[in-house]
């Protein structure tokens, strides 16, 4: 396991809040993240003899187990968890970790010195009540530094804590779980395959268009023949292409409402995109949206 936990160190950032889905790019945070370590809570329990305690979590354990709480950091009832190193680094400017609230409840932070001083990026799930960019007044190097900054934006943390409290209260949201969101997936996906049978089937009526045309006698048979065979494609993409994106719906609905975000998913969602772009022109802009979706979002799998 000490070997899976130095591997998962060196991954920083990348890894850190995938938990919690810190997408720093959802936020219009302008520079990219640079690699950083991740910092691990040694005594830690975890379910898994080979992985760490963060990534194998034991059954009941909250969102962020792994993870060290700073119990220095201790104000009004709240407390910090650091997910990224904060001692012996010089003066970093991004990293990420979560808040304790005084009833035991998480959420994920992701500080920075640049970008909104408070902006929510994922909304309140089942396991926290969201994950917030924050923008921290000064640099870290230490864990003084890193209290001192948490107890600077406190107040901006507590007043969003009471609007989800209230929000909650007022307007009872029934969470999906992350099992019907693989489910959700799991059949999305499966209907991608009427779209990979339509793609394929209209490729196939293209090269045989081309065979045929190189026998035409004129332009006129060849015309017919091109009508023909394109009329025969689109027949079949109209029974294939809505099932396909019906597809995607419960797909966007699993990944978003049941936090399926597994790295199966993400290279599964993006292997659906492929027979998408084959089908010119509006099947194509709905695989380049697909991509570009995925891929903006690649943390959020943990990949």
Avoid at 45 to 56: H, L, M, Q, R, V
Avoid at 69 to 96: C, H, M, N, P, Q
Avoid at 201 to 214: H, K, N, P, S, W
Avoid at 261 to 288: D, H, N, Q, S
Wanted: net charge neutral; proline share 5%.
């Amino acid at each position: 396991m000490d070997e899976l936990a130095k591997q998962a160190q060196e991954l920083g950032i990348g890894i850190l809040n995938s938990l919690a889905f810190p997408l720093r790019s959802t936020v219009n945070i302008a520079k990219t993240m640079k690699s950083h370590k991740l910092v691990l809570d040694s005594n830690a329990k975890s379910a898994s003899d080979t992985e760490p305690a963060f990534i194998a979590r034991p059954e009941g354990a909250p969102v962020y187990h792994g993870f060290p709480v700073l119990e220095d950091s201790l104000t009004d009832g709240w407390r910090y968890g650091a997910i990224t190193t904060f001692e012996g680094v010089k003066k970093e400017e991004e990293g990420d970790g979560f808040v304790i609230a005084p009833d035991g409840s998480r959420a994920g932070i992701v500080w920075s010195l640049c970008g909104p001083d408070f902006k929510e990026i994922v909304p309140p799930d089942e396991g926290r009540w969201g994950v917030y960019a924050v923008r921290f007044p000064n640099a870290v190097s230490s864990k003084e530094d890193l209290i001192e900054n948490f107890r600077a934006v406190l107040p901006l943390i507590k007043a969003q804590y009471q609007r989800v409290k209230n929000r909650l209260a007022e307007t009872p949201v029934k969470t999906m779980t992350k099992e019907t969101g693989r489910i959700l997936v799991a059949i999305g996906l499966s209907l991608q395959v009427t779209v990979l049978a339509g793609a394929i089937y209209m490729v196939a009526v293209i090269l045989d268009a081309f065979e045929a045309i190189g026998h035409a006698g004129d332009i006129a048979s060849a015309a017919a023949i091109i009508t023909a065979e394109v009329a025969s494609s689109l027949w079949l993409l109209t029974y294939t292409a809505p099932l396909g994106l019906v597809g995607l719906v419960l797909l966007a609905t699993g990944i978003i409402r049941g936090a399926a975000r597994e790295p199966w998913v993400f290279w599964l969602g993006m292997a659906a995109m492929v027979p998408w772009l084959l089908i010119i022109p509006i099947g194509t802009l709905i695989g380049l949206i697909g991509v570009i979706l995925f891929l903006s979002k690649k943390r959020l799998f943990e990949v």
